[in-house]
């Protein structure tokens, strides 16, 4: 086991280079240029902007270019926004807690409700509870977040109020008011919507694995067996069904976190949230290259990694598969 | 299968001589029999086949404003007029969702037909040939799974994204670019699924028994196998056309798809997203066509997978 995995992380690390070549390619292909602001500034001379340009070394040839930036990415140097001045790692310990924050809170919203629905879904078959739910699953993972998200700015923000109900804030405000209890009261009203768009699009895709990882398991001849030995339903259900049928429904949820982390773009947008997806559209519309990289290179470190977690959480949990 | 076997059991041998003269059942018929047992996915593909034709032929027969501002006409609610009544700026939404729907949905099949074509070829050439192809190929298909699709896809939209305007048009240059980086980013399913089914057709008798008469590679990869590997393609195609078209909404909506002169309904929720308070149907009409349009495709694709297999004979 513990050579599998060693193995499997020495295989992740060309994954990343490669990933870093694609990146830094696309950019590098790209027309446009980081400097062409410069270029159209009449108070900047010609000279100055050739100087500028050869001592952020924009000048060398693309592979020179590739090493410098990937060697001190290496090093955990992301370098300098184009806008703020300051360190894109900054930038990103800033940005990074919402994020995980709200990530986080819907995934954990997501799982609690998927596999309990999806194990009763298996459980009673064909029966309405199943139909229910299996229709509301597909409806869930039809809608998109963004419509979801306004949706739900419109009940909640909006409609609630005309009526007279307690309305839930549709932006999200790094401060909050009051202080103690009614400032943690003000930052959880702030949150249920963002976790809830979120949490349901998750929910729908997990809830429809669970249900037919459960079908799977549920009609194999070892549980049959235990249902013959006249087990409580309870058991078998829990200790001999679930349990078997969780294999492959842990994996789909690590597999699932990168995901839901490119979802917080969509969803950072429609409720203003603060996080790293709506920095990295925001450095997309300012040309803010190097920021733009970090996020596109963090997300990419993230899909390998879980890919990584998955595989060896499927060897840990599955006796039955061999590395050799 | 049931009704012929029942039949040649049940009755006399005379009938066997009517039963023989009746036309043969396809692979096909059999499957669209088995499509129409499903309701929700024929529900969708009624749904879908009226959202194509209302968005083909609906423009040349309503017509409303849907570019150019007038604020006399803007906030208009529903009403006979406006049958969804008009934006801020005095668009008739219903005309748009016409004209925007074009789009979206030409995206949607464009994008999967990139993806579908990629995602076959690559995974036939691994899974016919093999070996270091095969072991090549697969690599190349596990970088590209391991690539943030979304941080991608918004990146090289905006980086190329007036290099293709100025070389092919507003329209179509956006139309391209969009098609083209949705397929290229999807197509990694396909080309394992296809991979798996050549890896064990390829196996198979009849497929020696091809090799042996002389068969060229071409045609046993085209005419032998691929009508095999048809089914789980048609559905993942199904499935991708609305993933693409979620795909584009979602950059159009972040303001990276299409200009706002062209009204993709991913646009038009863009648009909208600062008037949920003052003028709800605005965000109500183009969001419910994308979920309306997806959730059918969803279900087509549902009730094909049912249809095509063939273990599932009701």
């Known amino acids: 086991m513990t050579r599998y995995i ?3 992380l020495l295989i992740a690390i060309p994954t990343l280079i490669a990933i870093s070549l694609v990146i830094f390619t696309i950019l590098a292909l790209a027309p446009g240029d980081p400097l062409s602001d410069l270029a159209l500034n009449p108070a900047v001379p010609p000279e100055v902007q050739q100087r500028l340009r050869a001592s952020m070394g924009l000048d060398d040839p693309v592979p020179v270019r590739y090493v410098r930036w990937a060697s001190s990415l290496a090093q955990g140097d992301f370098g300098y926004s184009f806008q703020t001045r300051s360190p894109v ?35 009673k078959q064909y029966s309405v509870f199943d139909n229910v739910a299996t229709t509301l699953a597909f409806v869930g993972f039809s809608l998109p977040t963004f419509f979801t998200g306004l949706l739900f700015i419109l009940l909640f923000s909006v409609k609630f109020g005309d009526w007279g109900l307690p309305t839930l804030p549709s932006v999200y405000r790094s401060t909050v008011d009051g202080e103690g209890l009614e400032a943690l009261w003000n930052r959880v009203r702030m949150m249920i919507m963002p976790i809830a768009v979120l949490g349901m699009f998750q929910a729908a895709v997990l809830t429809r694995y669970t249900r037919a990882a459960m079908l799977e398991t549920i009609h194999q001849d070892y549980v049959r067996t235990a249902r013959a030995k006249g087990l409580s339903s309870r058991v078998v259900v829990f200790r001999h069904a679930l349990r078997n049928a969780l294999i492959p429904v842990v994996t789909i949820i690590a597999l699932g976190i990168p995901t839901i982390f490119t979802g917080a773009v969509v969803t950072e947008q429609i409720f203003r949230v603060p996080g790293i997806g709506a920095l990295l559209i925001t450095s997309i519309q300012n040309n803010d290259t190097p920021v733009v990289m970090a996020i596109t290179f963090i997300f990419s470190i993230l899909v390998v990694f879980f890919n990584l977690i998955a595989d060896i959480m499927y060897g840990v949990l599955d006796p039955r598969i061999k590395y050799e | 299968m049931s009704e012929a076997s029942t039949t040649a059991e049940g009755g006399s041998l005379k009938d066997l001589g009517t039963l023989r003269a009746k036309k043969p059942r396809s692979l096909w018929s059999d499957a669209f029999r088995q499509f129409r047992h499903h309701k929700l996915a024929m529900a969708g593909a009624i749904v879908l086949v009226t959202f194509i034709l209302m968005v083909i032929f609906g423009p040349m027969l309503y017509s409303g404003p849907i570019r150019g501002i007038d604020f006399s006409i803007g906030y208009e609610s529903p009403s006979l007029q406006y049958p969804m009544g008009t934006t801020h700026e005095g668009h008739d939404i219903f005309a748009r969702i016409m004209w925007g729907g074009r789009i979206s949905i030409a995206v949607g099949i464009a994008a999967m037909l990139v993806g579908i074509t990629i995602g076959t070829t690559i995974g036939a050439t691994a899974g016919y040939f093999g070996g270091f192809v095969d072991s090549a190929l697969m690599r190349f298909t596990d970088l590209f799974i391991s690539l943030p699709v979304l941080p991608l896809l918004l990146l090289i939209i905006y980086l190329f994204r007036d290099t293709m305007r100025d070389n092919f048009g507003i329209l179509m240059g956006n139309f391209i670019l969009i098609v083209v980086v949705i397929g290229a980013l999807a197509w990694m399913p396909v080309a394992r699924l296809v991979r798996a089914s050549f890896l064990s057709i390829k196996e198979k008798e009849y497929i020696e028994a091809a090799h042996c008469i002389g068969a060229k590679t071409s045609s046993i990869m085209l005419r032998h196998i691929m009508p095999n590997v048809m089914s789980p393609i048609i559905v993942a195609a199904t499935l991708a056309v609305a993933q693409a078209i979620i795909t584009e909404s979602t950059l159009s909506f972040l303001g990276l798809g299409f200009p706002p002169d062209v009204p993709t309904w991913g646009r038009m929720l863009n648009d909208a997203a600062d008037f949920v308070a003052i003028h709800p149907v605005m965000v109500i009409f183009p969001g419910a066509a994308i979920f309306l349009t997806v959730l059918s495709i969803n279900y087509v694709g549902d009730g094909l997978r049912d249809a095509l297999d063939p273990h599932r004979t009701v």
Do not use: C, E, F, K
Request: a positive charge; hydrophobic letters at 60%; glycine letters at 6%.
């Open chain 1, 89 to 123: 790692s900054d930038l990103l310990v800033q940005r990074l807690p919402t994020t995980i924050m709200v990530v986080g809170s819907a995934y954990i919203v997501a799982v609690l409700i998927a596999i309990p629905i999806g194990v009763i879904s298996s459980v």
């Open chain 1, 6 to 8: 060693v193995r499997r």
